[in-house]
């Protein structure tokens, strides 16, 4: 593996050598270059081994190094057996785990909104509540898929919004969902909003960074007949796309790991975000 190069290898050495474990965010920040934080942790694991260094990449043990330390003592087909079987449940448990929680309070708790945001993590982590001037409900649930979303709709309705935003289908599609399959429920989804007398704005899905690039292709077609449908139906549509796309993908300075947004990227969304709302509410 090449290590990618951020910094003096010495400098990355240095951090690895002078304490037992990284402060990660701390090391991150530090870099002045924009790069993905996954070619980071790829870099650091590539000078642990070649200079025999044992310095752990993080205070806290990871889930699967947790699941070796409990497998130790199996052979290793068993071992590996355990490791799959394990990593599934946690995994799976904490994702349906998280959305049966989350969708439980959004049905119980239902205050009037002006807007709603509707979406997966990029909307569920954005600082709507701190940034706009409106009563803001966020309905974003991190790793949600438009099939999700279709499920929990009703939640977007019960605040009886003067709009919906919404962004969605880059978890469909890096599970390996088809466009059509996304944009048939993106199309279930207006039209349950419409019956609603929901107002909705369609905002474009993300393009992702360079880690990520093999799904752009298959956002920009997704892109393009949301585009065209919204335009049909004269529905908002806004293009997000516009603000944080350089040469076909997600700019590195805006994401530290070629998909969720920093601060200066929400800074840029919201600019187009807060002009548009300013003219429809």
């Known amino acids: ?39 980071l942790i790829d870099a650091l694991k590539e000078i642990k081994r070649e200079h025999g260094l044992t310095s752990r990449l993080s205070i806290q043990k990871t889930q ?15 071992q590996l ?3 799959v079987t394990q990593s599934d449940t946690q995994q799976r448990g904490h994702s349906v785990s998280r959305y049966i929680q989350s969708t439980d309070n959004h049905r119980r708790f239902t ?13 569920e982590w954005g600082p709507w ?3 706009l001037d409106y009563k803001i409900v966020n309905r974003g649930i991190a790793g949600d898929t438009t099939q999700g979303m279709l499920k929990r709709i009703d939640t977007s309705i019960v605040v009886k919004p ?32 419409k019956e609603s007398d929901c107002q909705v704005l369609v905002q474009s899905t993300l393009l992702v960074g360079k880690r990520l690039d093999v799904l752009n292709s298959q956002v920009n077609e997704l892109n393009q007949r949301l585009e065209a449908l919204c335009a049909k139906e004269e529905i908002e549509y806004l293009d997000v796309n516009s603000v944080l796309v350089e040469q076909g993908m997600l700019d590195a300075k805006y994401s530290c790991d070629d998909l969720h947004l920093n ?19």
Not at 64 to 78: A, F, G, R, T, Y
Not at 167 to 190: H, P
Request: charge should be negative; glycine fraction near 2%.
């Open 263 to 281: 601060a200066i990227a929400y800074e840029q969304w919201l600019v187009l975000l807060k002009e548009r709302l300013a003219k429809l509410l």
């Open 162 to 193: 003067d709009f919906v935003c919404v962004m969605a289908g880059i978890n469909d599609l890096a599970q390996g969902y088809s466009v059509d399959q996304v944009f048939a429920n993106y199309k279930e989804m207006l039209a349950i909003w």
């Open 111 to 123: 205050p009037k909104a002006d807007i709603v945001m509707f979406g997966d993590s990029i909307t």
């Open 81 to 83: 057996e355990y490791i």
């Open 1 to 39: 593996m090449k290590c990618v190069m951020f910094m003096n290898r010495d400098k990355l050495k240095a951090w690895l050598e002078n304490s037992d474990y990284i402060d990660l965010p701390d090391l991150y920040q530090e870099i002045e270059e924009h790069y993905s934080l996954y070619d």
């Open 129 to 131: 509540n701190d940034a």
């Open 64 to 78: 699967i190094e947790n699941l070796v330390c409990q497998s130790q003592e199996l052979d290793i087909k068993s």
